[in-house]
């Protein structure tokens, strides 16, 4: 069905990620998942289909796209497969969408072409141990050395640490003994003192790669700070609006791949002499399931139009994420309800679905953090 936010580009670009998804990446994700593994090929193949620089503008590589389009092709990756739908979205709205934003010239150039064409992938350094939610609460400092910053601490949960080979992190700023705040820096992976740990063993996205990372006595040039001290949590805060948009779409995506299983199902399996979807509980729970999925579709596309349009999105980005990430986890639940035993073993392709929805409540901002940034705005508005 033809929808009133895409146009003839974007229904052209979920076909080709809609028939990719079904002939690169559904043959392999129960190996994938079962062995957790890196979709290392699928990746590549993404690089080259231009699917990793959506975003990013022609002059550096990228497709020069809109965020409609890329909300499109995460909703077709994620109803396949959410860990190759992620590896993408942390690349993106993460990884290289702060250089994007408040990268220098130079940042840019250096870094923006290979993450463009996937050549290399980018990950994103805000999580620490204590400083979750509270993302204000960040201890990792950079500590100014003549020429240098000396960086020590840590950061957990980052997506894609172990195969990108560029890191954006925050980090406290220390200069002449003040704290200047926090700010946010963007360095090769490469860089001595950087420690990569090992792979978390995680409930869903198992074959997306996350890990813990520290920094010990890492040096770093003085240029590797992306704009002033103290700038760099405002900065995050910002990118992070962005990133919510794409967890709304990835959370999207699959609510819909759980949905169709459970659909598929009930037009098939018969009880009492006629197929399960006959009889009202059933019926009932495709009904609010569908309905959970329009709301979400809507909720998602108009934050991408809206900051297509360069509006303010913050509210508009937590609202689409906190009600797709909530909806993909009830449709996932009732998907494996409606499907029973059948649903929980792994050989009914639902059970991953489920795995794989609970963290979209979690990462980028919990569903309670959601609701405190919605009802914020709700109230300067009200009060302007």
């Given amino acids: 069905m033809k929808s009133v936010y895409l146009n003839d580009q974007h229904i052209s670009i979920r076909e080709m990620v809609r028939e990719f998804s079904k002939t690169e990446i559904e043959p392999f994700i129960d190996k994938l998942d079962a062995n957790e593994e890196f979709p290392t090929e699928i990746i590549r193949k993404m690089g080259e289909l231009g699917l990793m620089g959506m975003i990013i ?29 992620i590896t993408m979205a942390a690349h993106t709205s993460l990884g290289s969408m702060p250089l994007l934003k408040y990268g220098s010239k130079e940042q840019k150039e250096k870094f923006l072409p290979k993450l463009a064409k996937g050549q290399t992938l980018g990950a994103f350094g805000l999580t620490e141990p204590n400083a979750g939610s509270d993302a204000g609460g960040t201890k990792t400092k950079a500590t100014l050395k003549g020429d240098y910053y000396e960086v020590n601490g840590g950061k957990i949960f980052i997506t894609n640490a172990s195969k990108a080979s560029v890191l954006s992190f925050t980090s406290k ?29 995680k409930m869903g996205w198992r074959s997306s790669d996350t890990r813990q990372i520290f920094f010990n006595k890492m040096r770093i040039p003085k240029d590797s700070m992306m704009g002033k001290p103290g700038e760099g949590f405002k900065k995050f805060l910002k990118t992070l609006v962005s990133g919510r948009i794409s967890i709304g779409a990835l959370s999207l995506g699959t609510a819909i791949g759980a949905y169709k299983k459970a659909l598929n199902y009930s037009c098939e399996r018969k009880s009492f002499g006629k197929t399960i979807n006959k009889f009202q509980s059933v019926a009932f ?8 999925i329009e709301s979400s579709k809507h909720l998602v596309y108009n934050a991408a139009w809206l900051q297509d349009q360069g509006f303010d999105v913050t509210k508009e980005a937590a609202m689409a994420k906190l009600q797709s990430s909530e909806a993909a986890m009830d449709i996932a639940t009732e998907a494996i309800q409606i499907m029973g035993a059948n649903g929980y073993v792994r050989e009914g392709k639902v059970e991953r679905y489920f795995r794989d929805a609970k963290i979209l409540e979690i990462g980028e901002g919990t569903s309670e953090i959601q609701r405190i940034i919605i009802s914020r705005k709700l109230i300067e508005n009200y009060k302007s």
């Fill in 57 to 85: 503008p022609e002059k550096y590589g990228g497709s020069g796209l809109d965020m409609i389009s890329y909300v499109t092709a995460i909703i077709e990756l994620a109803k396949v497969d959410a860990s190759v739908a």
């Fill in 173 to 201: 700023v220390e200069i002449e003994g003040k704290n200047l705040g926090i700010g946010a820096f963007i360095i090769p992976t490469s860089t001595k003192g950087l420690e990569i740990g090992g792979k978390e063993k």
């Fill in 285 to 292: 729970k495709l009904a609010d399931m569908a309905t959970k």
